[in-house]
């Protein structure tokens, strides 16, 4: 089975999440790691036979190339086993770390023209050593509202591992859905 793995991070913690769910598969797969921005140019969608998508939120939504590219290869992706994550700082707390108690996910379920039945939404991380100074100032402001670490001394990883696992577990069960 060929698994495409489309990705859209700012500061790596998508894809580092996309890795681990992929090694976590347990099912004898090629993966290919596409970043969004370059999809085009690159793959074509009906060469794979299963589709993983992850999608960071950047200053309160995603990108606008998300919403392009679900809308453009919709037919595709609606005939294949597809899973979706996003990756925001707010699924850090547990009332919004699903795609129901997003308002992420909820905006994106609403305004995409459509989204795979499976979903799911990780933390990400604050990766202060990656922001400029501006950046940092912003995210600084937003964690001080919403309750999180200001201090720019250490990056902090957010993402809970062991919901990452579960799905991937679920995704697993999806693809052996469909080989059958």
Known sequence: MKLLVIYSS??????????????QL?????????????????????????????ASVRYGKFRP???KFLAKHQQVLESMPVAFFGVCLTARKPEKSTPTTSVYMKKLNLNAVWMPELQAVFAGALLYSKYNFWQTKIIQLIMRITGGSTDTSKDIELTDW???????????????????
């Open 10 to 23: 700012i500061e790596g913690q998508t894809l580092k999440i996309a890795k681990h769910l992929v090694s």
């Open 162 to 180: 062991s919901k990452v696992d579960k799905f991937a577990i679920e995704y697993t069960e999806l693809l052996q859905k469909h080989s059958n």
């Open 26 to 54: 347990g099912v004898e797969q090629q993966a290919d790691f596409i970043a969004l921005d370059d999809l085009a140019a690159q793959h074509n969608i009906h060469d794979y036979d299963s589709v993983l998508i992850g």
């Open 65 to 67: 190339n998300l919403y």
